[in-house]
C-alpha cells in the first residue's frame, strides 16, 4: 500500500512540472532556421560593367572613351585602364582614375591608334578584370562601340568572362532554449565563381526595414580560417570555381540577428570593404518564423 502511495505521488510530481514547462523537446533544445543563399535576379546587372565609345579614321583609332559603371570601392579605390593591340602586345600608357560613390567613371584614351582592345585593372599594375574588344582581330575593322566585360583578361588560353554562379546553405541557430535569442549563422557556401583579379566576396546583414548594413568579415575556409586568394584562377583543364567556403557568425551585445531580415553576398575590392555595398550577387532572407521574433526596437545591430 505504501508502494502504491509512493508511486501516485511521484505521478502528481511529474504532473505539476510538466504543466510548469509544457515546451517540446525541439524548443528545449532551441531551433534551426534554414536560410538558403541564390543569385539576386539579373546577375549581369549587379556586377562591374559598362561600355566604350570609339572614334577611328579608317582603321586608325584615334581616341576610346570608358564609361564604367559599379566599380566597388568608391573614391578611395584606384583603378587603372590602358589600350592594347592584342595582336602585337603593344600597349599604351595605363590611366588611373577612381570611381564616384555610385561607382561610375569616365576615362578617354588616346595613345594606340592600332588598339584592338580596352583593360581595366583593379589597381595601377594589376592584371586586367574588365576589357572590351573594339576591332576584329582578323579583319582589323574598328566597331563604334563594345560592351566591358568582368573577368581574368590574362587567363589562358584565352580571356575568361566572370559569371555569377554558385548557392549557399545557411542556418540561423537558436544555441540556448527557445526564446534565449541567443543565434549563431553559419552554414555553407558552394561552387562560387573564381572572383576577377583585385577583387573578393564579402558576406553581409542587410535589414529592409532600416536599411541597415553590417559586414561579417571574410568568408571562412575549410580550416575555418579567413578565406583568401578567391581571385586566383585554376589553370585550363581544372573546375574554374571555388572550393566550399563557411560563414560562421555569432550574435553579440553589437550584432542582435533579430534585427535584419536577410544575408547577402557582394563582389568586392580585395583592398577595400565599403560602409554598405553597391549591389549584391547573393541573397537569403530569414523566413518569417523568424521574423516573427523581431522586437519592438533595436538594442544593437
Not at 19 to 44: F, I, K
Not at 91 to 106: I, N, Y
Request: proline share 8%.
Amino acid at each position: 500500500m505504501r508502494r502504491a502511495n509512493g508511486l501516485a505521488l511521484v505521478g502528481v510530481l511529474l504532473a505539476a512540472t510538466a504543466c510548469e514547462d509544457a515546451r517540446l523537446p525541439s524548443e528545449l533544445q532551441g531551433r534551426v532556421y534554414d536560410v538558403r543563399l541564390l543569385a539576386e535576379p539579373s546577375p549581369a546587372t549587379r556586377i562591374p560593367g559598362g561600355t566604350v565609345a570609339v572614334t577611328a579614321a579608317g582603321d586608325v583609332v584615334s581616341d576610346v572613351t570608358v564609361t564604367a559603371v559599379r566599380l566597388p570601392g568608391g573614391p578611395a579605390a584606384e583603378y587603372s585602364a590602358y589600350l592594347l593591340d592584342e595582336r602585337t602586345g603593344n600597349t599604351g600608357a595605363r590611366v588611373t582614375f577612381a570611381p564616384d560613390e555610385l561607382g561610375s567613371a569616365t576615362v578617354s584614351l588616346s595613345d594606340l591608334g592600332e588598339a584592338t582592345t580596352v583593360v581595366i585593372a583593379a589597381g595601377a599594375q594589376a592584371p586586367g578584370a574588365l576589357w572590351a574588344r573594339f576591332r576584329d582581330l582578323s579583319t582589323g575593322a574598328v566597331a563604334p562601340s563594345a560592351d566591358l566585360v568582368l573577368g581574368h583578361f590574362e587567363a589562358e588560353p584565352e580571356p575568361f568572362p566572370y559569371a555569377v554562379a554558385g548557392a549557399g546553405r545557411l542556418g540561423l541557430y537558436e544555441r540556448g532554449e527557445f526564446g534565449s535569442n541567443d543565434f549563431r549563422l553559419g552554414g555553407v557556401i558552394e561552387n562560387l565563381a573564381v572572383a576577377p583579379p583585385g577583387f573578393t566576396y564579402v558576406a553581409w546583414l542587410h535589414d529592409a526595414e532600416r536599411d541597415v548594413w553590417t559586414p561579417l568579415g571574410p568568408l571562412l575556409d575549410e580550416s575555418r580560417n579567413a578565406a583568401t586568394g578567391l581571385d586566383v584562377l585554376p589553370p585550363p583543364g581544372q573546375p574554374r570555381h571555388l572550393a566550399k567556403l563557411y560563414l560562421n557568425v555569432e550574435a553579440s551585445a553589437q550584432l542582435d540577428f533579430r534585427y535584419y531580415t536577410d544575408v547577402r553576398l557582394s563582389l568586392e575590392r580585395a583592398d577595400h570593404t565599403p560602409a554598405t555595398p553597391l549591389s549584391t550577387v547573393f541573397a537569403g532572407t530569414f523566413g518569417a518564423q523568424f521574423l516573427l521574433r523581431r522586437p519592438e526596437e533595436p538594442t544593437g545591430g
